[in-house]
């Protein structure tokens, strides 16, 4: 028996030094091999403690307990009070294997949580912001930064913030109009590309009518009526992205969306 239990223990052992392991490797750096050596001997452990746990430890004789006859002999009770001791010594090893196994199981359950932390961004930001911020510069896809006179009126290109360079939130459609249109930064308004139907990129430009259209389901933004929809599924207007020509020419956010982009969620009206 005290072999079996020093099985069990050792597996368990295993089990919290694999998860320690894994902690270490984690808040060190994150080496992937180290990782994964980690939780794999963390899981070995605890399926060996179990399968040791489940044959060894868990009764499966039946008892079947006779009518006593009183007063008991002297042998009865002698055996009886055997039987009590060694019971008692059992109890004391499981008690003990008992907090192995909480052990085990609390450190193997923190490794597994602990790299929720490494999913990246809070929901919240995800969903409520992007990475324009005020003064951040406007840039092609291959990151190069966009001038005033880089478009001719009635043309489009697809932006965005320096340093953000496909950012899948941050995408934006400029598109260029007539200077002489109030409410543009010399012609130039930006929008966001994220179709707020599914999420399909607005990618179509009409020029004639200044609307941009998501081929996805049709949904028709108007362009010159802050992204206002014309027609299609979509039931909000695309956000429109505050710009502005810097002193040096190139163009500049002044600031964030002020919605979310992309398909509508619980917080719309
Ligand atoms: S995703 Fe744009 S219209 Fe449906």
Known sequence: MMKRDGIIASALLLAILG?????????????????????????????????GWAFWIVPEEKVVDEVDTYPSSLD????QSGEVSEGLRELTRSRALVALLVAALGSFAAALILPIRSLGLAPDALLFRTRWRRGARIVRDDGTLVH?????????MT??????TGDPQSVVTLVRVPESIPGTASGYVAYSRLCTHAGCPVALYRAQERELICPCHQSVFDVLADGAVISGPADHALPRLPIEIGSDGILRATDDFSEPVGPGFWERG
């Open 19 to 51: 998860s320690a392991a894994f902690i270490a490797a984690y808040f060190t750096g994150g080496d992937r091999l180290y990782e994964g050596l980690g939780i794999a001997a963390a899981a070995v452990g605890l399926c060996i403690a179990a399968a």
């Open 76 to 79: 009865d009770r002698a055996t």
């Open 148 to 156: 005033v006179d880089d478009l001719n009126v009635d043309t489009v």
């Open 159 to 164: 932006v965005f913030p320096e340093g953000a």
